[in-house]
């Protein structure tokens, strides 16, 4: 793979982005801006605590057969080395674009590291489904500008305003974002 082709390395951004950062760009930008500095109510939200233990109950055999791995900041659970194949966990597909997209990044940020064609799987475990992510050209270049986009976000001075849609009373800024109202 020409490397030249879609990584520039003069247009990346100077902050390390992480996978929530990617995650959270998809959902919401002023989640996003709130993450990145410091501002976070996750440790108290019962969909987080829900996540986490879906996560470490799930598939209680991937401790053994797979790898943590930590690169740039990122920090994928699980990771098969053999097929290198990215596991991701999710609670449900409501946010199914946000996860693509931090799958992606994983992706990319594995070929970043000398990793050749690294695919991931999305894994909804209540719902018994797997979907396959892979990574084109066109994502590579794409990913690049949510990096891009994501300094020049984070970087404001002002938090950006709040989006006011209908999965906001889930998220754990809820609180935060509408105690004004």
Request: with cysteine.
């Amino acid at each position: 793979m020409a490397l030249s082709r879609w990584y520039r390395p003069n247009r990346r951004p100077t902050m390390r982005i992480t996978g929530k950062h990617i995650n959270y760009y998809h959902i919401c930008h002023r989640k996003l801006w709130l993450f990145h500095h410091g501002i976070s109510f996750q440790q108290t939200h019962d969909n987080v605590a829900d996540g986490t233990l879906l996560h470490q109950t799930a598939y209680p055999q991937r401790a053994q057969r797979y790898r943590e791995i930590q690169i740039e900041g990122i920090k994928i659970d699980f990771y098969d080395p053999h097929e290198r194949v990215v596991h991701e966990i999710k609670r449900s597909t409501k946010m199914e674009e946000a996860s693509v997209a931090q799958l992606q990044f994983y992706l990319l940020t594995l070929e970043r590291h000398g990793v050749d064609g690294p695919t991931g799987l999305l894994e909804y475990p209540k719902i018994r489904r797997v979907k396959k992510v892979v990574l084109t050209d066109a994502d590579r270049g794409a990913i690049v500008e949510w990096e891009i986009a994501i300094e020049q976000l984070v970087t404001q001075e002002t938090c950006p305003p709040v989006i006011n849609k209908p999965f906001c009373k889930n998220c754990s800024y809820y609180d935060f974002c509408y105690s004004g109202e």
